[in-house]
């Protein structure tokens, strides 16, 4: 067979998928979205492809291929009869992102979100912004930017913009941030509530359309914001309203282990968000599991356990990260807390501290451990959430509790 020697296998699988893109793009009419955040990314990705590829052939990256080399990969899968390639850009140092442009530069850039995600790799939240910018600054004339307007420092990054590159606004306040002007165009999510199944309910106004109203199939409040920035993805490209209504309503998350529902045979309902964790998606889940468990006027109140595990890469800031944890988990009256492994237990010391009392929380030093206590104490109806960064393995345990065919 023949062999193709290179001196950098990396820098050559990028070349090959610039090339392969630079030719794409001559010859018909591919339009590259590519999306960041310290949160989010995979969710947006999965919303984005399942509207746009309801309207032409598009390309999206499975699982999180986001990195120099999962970048390439989906981008070489695109070819001529694709319209859309969707790729998810992820960033551990300053210049990441420089690169991964450099190589497929995006048509539409969507910033999610600058937060304490990696923050202990990049040092500090001002460089996680640095880094994150580095996308939209790739941007040139006729392009698109669009940016959380409700992120101090995703709003700033319209600075680096250069000259005619267009803003899109995504937003979910009632009342719209002092630096967004009357004549931009915004996709806001107003009169946000979540059911008692963890559902978000909110009204969509699209730029010059009228409001209508949206039920996530996904589960959780914080979702609200990754659809708005799906839906502005949409409405760029040229998506009709009732379409991107309808797929709202109906797109579940497509990659495992982020806020996956499950109802096990033995009754017990399974939040399975363990794919990966840091203090902003930690909070997030653990308001959605309590929303869950208070029940409404139709549903009754149901126990709530959390299986909560280490969030990694928060450097000097992480023993702070997990208490501030451990104090919520108290104020959201979550029946019970069991807490995996020694990097987490300041969600365990902080819980103590906080106020819980007696066996509301627990610790424990194996996931082993953490399904025998489960095995012991759920019941009929109870919820449980699964959180932790993906090297804590609470994901395969959550798809043991709900008795998923091939848990590891």
């Avoid at 989906?74 to 992820?90: I, K, W, Y």
């Avoid at 450099?102 to 640095?130: C, K, M, Q, W, Y």
């Avoid at 797929?247 to 363990?274: C, F, H, K, Q, Y």
């Amino acid at each position: 067979l023949p062999v193709v020697v290179v001196a950098d296998a990396t820098e050559a699988l990028g070349q090959l998928a610039k090339h392969s893109i630079e030719g794409l793009r001559a010859d018909g009419e591919l339009t590259v979205i590519a999306i960041t955040g310290s949160v989010g990314k995979t969710t947006v990705k999965d919303l984005a492809a399942d509207l746009l590829s309801g309207e032409a052939e598009t390309v999206w990256p499975p699982n999180s291929y986001n990195n120099e080399v999962g970048v390439p990969l989906t981008a070489l899968r695109a070819v001529e009869s694709t319209h859309f390639l969707v790729l998810e850009m992820g960033a551990r140092s300053i210049g990441n992102l420089a690169y991964l442009t450099s190589l497929i530069r995006p048509d539409i850039a969507v910033e999610l979100a600058v937060g304490t995600a990696h923050s202990g790799v990049f040092g500090s939240i001002e460089n996680t912004a640095r880094a994150k910018a580095e996308l939209v600054e790739s941007l040139t004339a006729g392009s698109t930017a669009v940016l959380n307007a409700d992120d101090t420092r995703v709003s700033a990054m319209r600075e680096v913009l250069a000259p005619d590159v267009s803003t899109l606004w995504f937003s979910q306040r009632e009342s719209l941030p002092e630096w967004v002007g009357e004549d931009d165009r915004v996709v806001r999510g107003t009169s946000v509530s979540t059911d008692s199944s963890g559902h978000p309910t909110f009204t969509l106004t699209l730029p010059g359309e009228e409001p209508r109203d949206v039920r996530l199939a996904l589960i959780g409040e914080h979702h609200v914001g990754n659809a708005l920035a799906a839906a502005a993805i949409a409405h760029a490209c040229g998506v009709t309203t009732k379409s991107i209504v309808t797929t709202l309503s109906t797109s579940s998350a497509a990659s495992r282990w982020r806020m996956e529902l499950i109802d096990s045979p033995s009754g017990v309902t399974v939040l399975n968000d363990a794919y990966n964790a840091n203090p902003e998606s930690m909070r997030a889940s653990l308001k959605t599991l309590a929303s869950m468990g208070r029940g409404d006027e139709e549903t009754s109140p149901r126990r709530t356990f959390a299986v909560l595990g280490e969030m990694l890469e928060l450097g000097d800031e992480s023993v702070s990260a997990h208490s501030a944890i451990g104090e919520l988990v108290v104020r959201l009256n979550i029946t019970r807390t069991i807490v995996v492994g020694e990097g987490a237990k300041p969600i365990f010391n902080a819980a103590n501290l906080e106020g819980s009392w007696g066996n509301e929380a627990a610790w424990v030093a194996t996931a082993s451990e953490a399904k025998d206590l489960l095995n012991a104490e759920l019941a009929p109806g109870d919820i449980v959430l699964f959180k932790s960064s993906r090297d804590a393995g609470l994901r395969y345990l959550g798809d043991e509790i709900a008795g998923v065919s091939g848990a590891q």
